[in-house]
């Protein structure tokens, strides 16, 4: 748990807290399972290729449904989060998109937002078992 709470910590900056969580533009990034599992899965592991980012969804998603994943699933996944959930979470800038290069970089978080994301994150594994 301390290990998670520093990787989180070193992203956390001194952006105003009130001023970031009443932005509606966060919780419409938010609103989506996907994009709040994108987001929890960067505040790990900072930068991915979005290939990466898919192959970790699809995965995700398989764990959850206990279900074996294909590669149909991996390619919507990654569809969707071409078309979709990183121009989404890219405009609330909470990731840096570059899709020329086809990779993702988080953006730095205040330390409300970080625990927003991993709460939410908590709470659908919760009511998922």
Request: glycine share 0%; charged share 25%; aromatic share 2%.
């Amino acid at each position: 748990m301390n290990e998670e709470r520093t990787a989180h910590d070193e992203l956390a900056t001194a952006i105003e807290p009130s001023s970031r969580l009443a932005d509606d533009a966060l919780y419409r990034a938010l609103a989506s399972t996907q994009r709040r599992r994108a987001l929890a899965i960067l505040c790990e592991e900072t930068e991915l290729t979005v290939e990466a980012l898919a192959t970790l969804l699809t995965g995700w998603d398989a764990t959850e449904t206990n279900t074996m994943a294909t590669p149909a699933d991996r390619e919507t996944t990654l569809i969707e989060l071409v078309h979709t959930h990183l121009p989404v979470l890219a405009e609330s800038e909470l990731v840096s998109y570059d899709a020329e290069e086809a990779t993702v970089t988080i953006e730095p978080l205040s330390q409300p937002v970080i625990e927003l994301i991993a709460k939410s994150v908590d709470a659908e594994r919760q009511s998922s078992s």
